[in-house]
């Protein structure tokens, strides 16, 4: 049987009214993909989806509730692992497959996909981050290399207009590394609220403080983002040899700063017979 090839002009669906669909759609769409062929599938209410992105960053995307109305070239899957069953009997229910379906549901296997949907010319799992309303997600795919040329062809442009695609040599791999692409931007807001904490008790408005955090992450990315930059440099470039920041890092280093990171993230993965042989590799 021929596989058959989709239209040039094909649509985008994203299942999903959360801030990683809004964030996807946004980013698409600022990338210069046409709004008209993007549609989104509210399966939950919209309550989430300005969270992140503004309003206008959506204009001319369709959003709907009635799954007959949403066409299936590609689908993105932006829905809770748990979400899936219920999403592939309606579709079924539906008589309705997609054309190629590419997945952000976590620990989702790639068969059990296949076996779910059966779509008609592959299957991609993929972890983006909400750093794609930006265009800035760091987008772990798999498979890849393995995929058909049009079908890589079509997770590059679409997966590529929000940030930058990471190949997986594994599904064990992706699913292991959500932890730290998928999850990484939380962990760094975190750290703003933590620098935010500290200013307020070194006697800044609590306002104030959570302002200068902000722009302290902003411009650690923008430095970052220069040519040949490191974190090493970029900490070389603030702290002078025996000063108060050099004094600050040690201390980091020596509370395991390192350490607390890796176990969260593991942690994050339920991998509990693994945690302790990982740490072990750590230095602290």
């Known amino acids: 049987m021929t596989i058959p090839q989709l239209a040039h002009d094909y649509r985008v669906a994203v299942i999903g009214s959360g801030q990683l669909a809004s964030s996807y759609l946004a980013g698409l769409v600022a990338s210069g993909f046409p709004a008209r062929r993007c549609i989104g599938l509210m399966r939950s209410g919209p309550r989430q989806r300005v969270a992140v992105c503004e309003p206008a960053s959506l204009a001319g995307v369709e959003w709907t509730t009635d799954l007959s109305r949403v066409p299936l070239d590609v689908t993105v899957l932006a829905i809770k692992p748990r979400d899936i069953a219920g ?3 309606a579709m079924a229910d539906a008589n ?3 054309g190629i379906l590419v997945s952000t549901a976590a620990g989702v296997s790639a068969a059990e996909l296949t076996a779910a949907f059966a779509p008609s ?3 991609v799992r993929c972890m983006p981050n909400i750093g794609a309303a930006v265009r800035r997600s760091s987008t772990l795919v798999w498979p890849y290399l393995e995929l058909r040329s049009d079908v890589r062809h079509i997770v590059d442009q679409l997966l ?63 430095l970052l983002d220069r040519p040949a930059a490191t974190p090493g440099l970029v900490m070389a470039g603030v702290a002078s040899p025996g000063g108060m920041t050099e004094r600050a890092l040690d201390h980091l280093h020596r509370e395991g700063l390192d350490r607390s990171v890796l176990e969260a993230m593991l942690r994050s993965l339920n991998i509990h017979n693994y945690v302790e042989a990982r740490m072990g590799s750590v230095a602290t």
């Open 87 to 89: 999403l592939a009997r």
């Open 160 to 222: 590529g207009a929000v940030g930058s695609v990471w190949p997986m040599r594994s599904e064990a791999d992706l699913d292991h590394a959500t932890a730290f692409a998928g999850a990484g931007i939380a962990y760094l807001a975190r750290m703003a609220l933590a620098l935010a904490g500290a200013g307020e008790r070194l006697g800044l408005e609590r306002a104030s403080a959570a302002v200068i955090a902000r722009e302290l992450c902003a411009a650690t990315g923008a």
């Open 121 to 123: 010319l592959g299957v």
């Open 96 to 98: 309705r497959r997609p």
